[in-house]
């Protein structure tokens, strides 16, 4: 049995949030990058940085993960889909503007 992969913890932790999985499935096909797109991004993004989850945001509604195998552990991804699950779950993301923040 091979064990699961992110994709997968991704459709059964967080379907009904509004997620799209915008990364293409196949594994050879993608890099270590996982985008989830919803329309509340830029907004969700906040949220997970003040969760200690640091995502990236891209335009126009893309959240771009990186659970990269070499150094990240399925435990780390699992706690992470977790957070996300908290942010949306208490609507924290409603705290933030849905538009990308300028570092200054």
Same mark, same amino acid.
């Given at each position: 049995m091979t064990p699961p992969n992110i994709l997968w913890l991704i459709q059964s932790e967080l379907t009904g949030y509004g997620f799209e999985i915008g990364s293409p499935r196949h594994e050879s096909k993608? &890099? &270590?990058h996982i985008i989830l797109e919803h329309p509340e991004a830029a907004r969700i993004c906040k949220a997970l940085k003040q969760e200690a989850i640091i995502p990236d945001y891209r335009e126009?509604? =893309?959240i771009r993960l990186a659970p990269v195998a070499l150094y990240t552990s399925f435990q780390e991804v699992y706690e992470t889909v977790q957070?996300? *699950? *908290?942010? =949306?779950?208490?609507r924290l993301y409603e705290n933030y503007e849905n538009k990308r923040g300028i570092i200054a």
């Open positions: 993608r &890099g &270590g126009p509604n =893309m957070v996300l *699950k *908290k942010v =949306m779950d208490g």
